[in-house]
């Protein structure tokens, strides 16, 4: 079945550091990928997401590339906020399937 | 409503006791997803429903756990003579159309304890 494994935490970084959250994915077919995101107390929200190979996902300054030579789709920002602390979880859904395989989250700490 | 919501946030069972948790997705989406949500861990599939209709529910870990959804709308998700393993949280969301073309928006989740 499909899985994904993305980069263990927690984080901790100081405000405007820059963020990578590494992500891949073993999945039939081409899967459309995702993040999201838990702010704390909050349920799980839509980040940003990519259908197709080289498909760039991006919002509230975030963004991954779907890379399918490397089966990454790995989480960038420039310069990240307090209010950037949550949990982020790479998803993936197998072509055709509406089930959603999760990784296991990244726990992000941004420090004033 | 404005969002999917969860009920109870918190529930604790004895061992053995039967749950039930409820469900009620945003007015108008078809389809409706249970996941099972272990401490550190992301979230599982449990069960997907298309209006009334339980297409999937390969996830659910036993037959001990039943879900419904009998109008299409409200889903219930039942747990019989509950175990220390069932303890998780449970998370249901919902979309449009099937979560791999459409977002799905979660549920805050009800967080279950057996002690």
């Known amino acids: 079945g499909d899985s994904v494994t993305q980069m263990e935490g927690p984080v901790t970084l100081s405000e405007e550091a820059f963020l990578t959250i590494n992500c891949t994915y073993t999945a039939t077919g081409y899967p459309s990928l995702f993040w999201y995101v838990q702010y704390p107390g909050e349920g799980l929200q839509l980040l940003l997401k990519?259908?197709?190979?080289?498909d760039k996902g991006s919002n509230k300054g975030f963004e991954a590339t779907y890379r399918k030579e490397t089966t990454s789709f790995h989480l960038e920002k420039g310069s990240v906020q307090v209010s950037d602390s949550a949990v982020y979880f790479c998803?993936?859904?197998?072509?055709?399937?509406?089930?959603?395989?999760f990784g296991k989250g990244t726990k992000l700490s941004v420090i004033p | 409503g404005a969002g999917v919501s969860q009920s109870p946030r918190y529930k604790v069972a004895k061992r053995g006791q039967d749950v039930a948790l409820r469900c009620d997705p945003i007015s108008g989406h078809v389809s409706l997803f249970w996941y099972q949500q272990a401490l550190g861990q992301g979230p599982e599939f449990l069960t997907y429903f298309q209006n009334e209709a339980q297409l999937d529910k390969s996830g659910l870990p036993s037959d001990r756990f039943f879900a419904e959804r009998p109008e299409g709308s409200v889903s219930t998700l039942k747990i019989q003579r509950t175990q220390q393993e069932d303890s998780a949280v449970y998370l249901c969301?919902?979309?449009?159309?099937?979560?791999?073309?459409?977002?799905?928006?979660f549920g805050q989740g009800t967080r279950l304890t057996v002690v």
């Open positions: 998803v993936a859904a197998g072509a055709g399937s509406y089930q959603l395989t």
């Open positions: 990519a259908t197709k190979a080289d």
């Open positions: 969301a919902s979309s449009l159309g099937g979560a791999g073309y459409t977002e799905a928006f």
